[in-house]
């Protein structure tokens, strides 16, 4: 799965995890459909999760840093 943010509102970051970006774009088309033309622009790809964001496994451990991917 691809890891990308976006913001919306303007310097509010959030982060999804997706298997394509059109995945992406589907979702926000549908959550801000009349603000889409102002969210999509700010969509990135990014290569892993931000250090502050937690992963957590399937049993509500979280997954030390090294061993993310």
Known sequence: MKKFRYEYPPMEA???????????????????PHNFD???????EIPRWPDFWNVIDTDGRTIPRGRRD
């Open 38 to 44: 102002a969210v999509a622009p700010t969509m990135v």
């Open 14 to 32: 959030h982060f999804v995890e997706a298997p394509s970006a059109e995945a992406v774009l589907a979702f926000l088309k549908r959550t801000y």
